[in-house]
């Protein structure tokens, strides 16, 4: 497996073990008002670097230098949600920060979409 791959998985793990504890806290103390924080770390963190670092493990598919800023850009979206979302949620920030963490979360995103259509330049496997 490469080595983004790992990378991938190593923090994709990270945030779900993170978000499964944080959903058990929820549940254990009945209040749910984290709960669009504790969704997003699961699904930005363990679901979708999951995907990502799966797809750079496919036989054929590039894992240069685009694959290592799609991983730090989408991780540090996935943490950054985490981070500031419990903040404005309790009103201790304002709503505009969250741009922070969307940010890096998009441009993940577009790295992904490009290493994705490169693929259809390449001859069928
Ligand atoms: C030990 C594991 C987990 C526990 C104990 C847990 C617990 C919870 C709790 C208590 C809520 C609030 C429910 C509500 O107020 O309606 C919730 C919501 C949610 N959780 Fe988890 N969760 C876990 C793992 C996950 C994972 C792995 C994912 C995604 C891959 C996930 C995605 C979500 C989503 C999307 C919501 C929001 C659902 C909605 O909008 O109704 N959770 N979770
Ligand atoms: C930059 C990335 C993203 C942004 C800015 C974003 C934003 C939002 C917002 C504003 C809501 C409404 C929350 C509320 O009403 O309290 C929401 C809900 C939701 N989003 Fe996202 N989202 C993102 C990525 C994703 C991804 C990647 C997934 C799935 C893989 C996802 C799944 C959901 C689900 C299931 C809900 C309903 C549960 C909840 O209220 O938290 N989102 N999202």
């Not at 793990?13 to 709960?35: E, F, K, N, P, T």
Request: glycine share 10%; charged share 5%.
């Amino acid at each position: 497996m490469p080595r983004v791959s790992s990378a991938f998985f190593t923090v994709a793990a990270l945030c779900g073990l993170a978000g499964m504890v944080w959903g058990s806290y929820m549940g254990a103390s009945h209040d749910h008002a984290m709960l669009p924080a504790h969704a997003h770390l699961n699904l930005l963190g363990w679901v979708t670097l999951s995907i990502m670092g799966g797809f750079y493990a496919l036989p054929g598919n590039q894992s240069g230098v685009l694959a290592w800023v799609n991983f730090v850009l989408s991780s540090l979206g996935a943490v950054l949600m985490a981070v500031l979302l419990p903040r404005v949620l309790t009103q201790q920030l304002d709503g505009k920060v969250m741009m922070a963490a969307e940010i890096p979360a998009i441009l993940g995103m577009i790295c992904f979409l490009i290493g994705v259509i490169s693929n259809w330049r390449k001859p069928v496997a």
